[in-house]
C-alpha cells in the first residue's frame, strides 16, 4: 500500500494523473529498478573479473586475419567470458519482460473472451454508433445503450461510493473499478459497458475516476469522442502486445547467440540454423553435449 502511494506521487510530480495508463506504466517502471541495480552489478563483477583474466597474444593482435581457430587458448577464454557475461544479462532481461508478459497476457485474454461472449447480449437495438472494425468488437453498439450509461443518474464518485469493491486496493482509494461500473449499468448491454469502460482505461479494470467523468462529459457532447476514444484504446493495446513480444523475441535471440558462443561455438546446428540445423538429427539440439567447451 505504502508503494503504490509513493508511485502515484511520483506520477503527480511527473505530470501524470493518477490511475492513468501513464501512471500505471510509471509504476512498472520504477518497481523494475532493483532488478536493473542487480543486472549492472552482477555485470560489473563480471567485467572486473575478465579484466584480471590472461592478456591476448601479441601475435594474434598483429594478424587481423587470424580467424578463432588459430587463437591461443587465453583469447578463447576472454571470448567466452564476455559471451557468457552477456548471456545472463539478456537472459535476465527477458525474465524481467517474460513476468510483464504472463501477468499482462491473461488479462488481456480474458478481456477478449468476455467481449466475444456478449456478441448475442440483448441490446436496445435501433441507430448504431458506427465503430470501428479494427476495435475488435463482434458487433456494432446502440446508440440508445451508450445514451443510457452516459446519462446514469449516478456520476462515477456515487457509483464508487454505492458500490465498493473491498478486495481491490486502487477501489479502496476511491478509483472506479470496472466491477462496479457495471453494477450501475447492470440493465445495458453489456458490451457497450465494457467499451465504455475501455476507454476509461485502455482495457484494464481500473480507472482514475476524475478521467473517467471527464470522458463521459465529453461524451455526451459526441459520440465521436466515444469512437475516437474506443479505437485509441485499442490500438495501444494491440501495439503494447507487439511491442512486448517484439522485445521478448529480441532479448531471447541475443541471449541464445551469446550462449551458442560462450559455451558451444562449434556446434555445426547453431551455424546451419536458417536451414534447419536446430532440427537435424545429425547435428540438432540433441547434439549440443558433443561441443560443449
Given at each position: 500500500?505504502?508503494r503504490?502511494t509513493?508511485?502515484?506521487?511520483?506520477c503527480?510530480?511527473?505530470?501524470?494523473?493518477?490511475?492513468?495508463?501513464?501512471?500505471?506504466?510509471?509504476?512498472?517502471?520504477?518497481?523494475t529498478?532493483?532488478?536493473?541495480?542487480?543486472?549492472?552489478?552482477?555485470?560489473?563483477?563480471?567485467?572486473?573479473?575478465?579484466?584480471?583474466?590472461?592478456?591476448?597474444?601479441?601475435?594474434?593482435?598483429?594478424?587481423?586475419?587470424?580467424?578463432r581457430?588459430?587463437?591461443?587458448?587465453?583469447?578463447l577464454?576472454?571470448?567466452?567470458?564476455?559471451?557468457?557475461?552477456?548471456f545472463f544479462i539478456?537472459?535476465?532481461?527477458?525474465?524481467?519482460?517474460?513476468?510483464v508478459?504472463?501477468?499482462?497476457?491473461?488479462?488481456?485474454?480474458?478481456?477478449?473472451?468476455?467481449?466475444?461472449?456478449?456478441?448475442?447480449?440483448?441490446?436496445?437495438?435501433?441507430?448504431?454508433?458506427g465503430?470501428?472494425?479494427?476495435?475488435?468488437?463482434?458487433?456494432?453498439?446502440?446508440?440508445?445503450?451508450?445514451?443510457t450509461?452516459?446519462?446514469?443518474?449516478?456520476?462515477?464518485n456515487?457509483?464508487?461510493?454505492?458500490?465498493?469493491?473491498?478486495?481491490?486496493?486502487?477501489?479502496?482509494?476511491?478509483?472506479?473499478?470496472?466491477?462496479?461500473?457495471k453494477q450501475?449499468?447492470?440493465?445495458v448491454?453489456?458490451?457497450?459497458?465494457r467499451?465504455?469502460?475501455?476507454?476509461?482505461?485502455?482495457?484494464?479494470?481500473?480507472?482514475?475516476?476524475?478521467?473517467?467523468?471527464?470522458?463521459?462529459?465529453?461524451?455526451?457532447?459526441?459520440?465521436?469522442?466515444f469512437?475516437?476514444?474506443?479505437?485509441?484504446?485499442?490500438?495501444v493495446g494491440?501495439?503494447a502486445i507487439?511491442?512486448?513480444l517484439g522485445?521478448l523475441?529480441?532479448?531471447?535471440?541475443?541471449?541464445y547467440?551469446?550462449?551458442?558462443?560462450?559455451?558451444?561455438p562449434?556446434w555445426?546446428?547453431?551455424?546451419?540454423?536458417?536451414?534447419?540445423?536446430?532440427?537435424?538429427?545429425?547435428?540438432g539440439?540433441?547434439?549440443?553435449?558433443?561441443?560443449?567447451?
Amino acid at each position: 500500500d505504502r508503494r503504490s502511494t509513493i508511485f502515484c506521487n511520483n506520477c503527480v510530480h511527473f505530470g501524470f494523473q493518477r490511475g492513468s495508463s501513464h501512471c500505471q506504466a510509471f509504476a512498472i517502471i520504477i518497481s523494475t529498478i532493483p532488478m536493473i541495480r542487480r543486472i549492472y552489478l552482477l555485470s560489473f563483477l563480471l567485467s572486473w573479473a575478465v579484466a584480471f583474466s590472461p592478456p591476448k597474444n601479441n601475435h594474434a593482435a598483429q594478424h587481423p586475419s587470424a580467424t578463432r581457430l588459430h587463437l591461443d587458448a587465453s583469447e578463447l577464454a576472454i571470448e567466452q567470458v564476455e559471451a557468457r557475461t552477456n548471456f545472463f544479462i539478456w537472459l535476465f532481461g527477458a525474465s524481467g519482460a517474460a513476468g510483464v508478459a504472463r501477468s499482462a497476457f491473461p488479462r488481456m485474454y480474458n478481456n477478449i473472451r468476455e467481449i466475444q461472449s456478449y456478441r448475442n447480449a440483448e441490446n436496445s437495438g435501433g441507430e448504431t454508433v458506427g465503430i470501428s472494425p479494427l476495435c475488435g468488437y463482434p458487433r456494432d453498439l446502440s446508440v440508445k445503450d451508450l445514451e443510457t450509461i452516459l446519462n446514469n443518474r449516478l456520476d462515477i464518485n456515487a457509483i464508487v461510493a454505492k458500490y465498493p469493491v473491498n478486495d481491490n486496493l486502487w477501489a479502496k482509494k476511491g478509483y472506479i473499478t470496472y466491477k462496479a461500473f457495471k453494477q450501475a449499468n447492470a440493465d445495458v448491454d453489456p458490451l457497450a459497458v465494457r467499451a465504455v469502460f475501455d476507454c476509461f482505461s485502455q482495457s484494464t479494470e481500473v480507472s482514475n475516476p476524475e478521467i473517467a467523468q471527464q470522458k463521459i462529459d465529453k461524451y455526451k457532447e459526441s459520440l465521436e469522442n466515444f469512437k475516437n476514444d474506443l479505437l485509441y484504446s485499442k490500438v495501444v493495446g494491440w501495439a503494447a502486445i507487439v511491442t512486448l513480444l517484439g522485445l521478448l523475441g529480441l532479448a531471447d535471440i541475443e541471449a541464445y547467440n551469446y550462449a551458442y558462443t560462450g559455451w558451444f561455438p562449434e556446434w555445426p546446428g547453431g551455424k546451419q540454423w536458417l536451414e534447419g540445423g536446430l532440427f537435424d538429427p545429425n547435428i540438432g539440439i540433441s547434439k549440443i553435449p558433443n561441443y560443449w567447451l
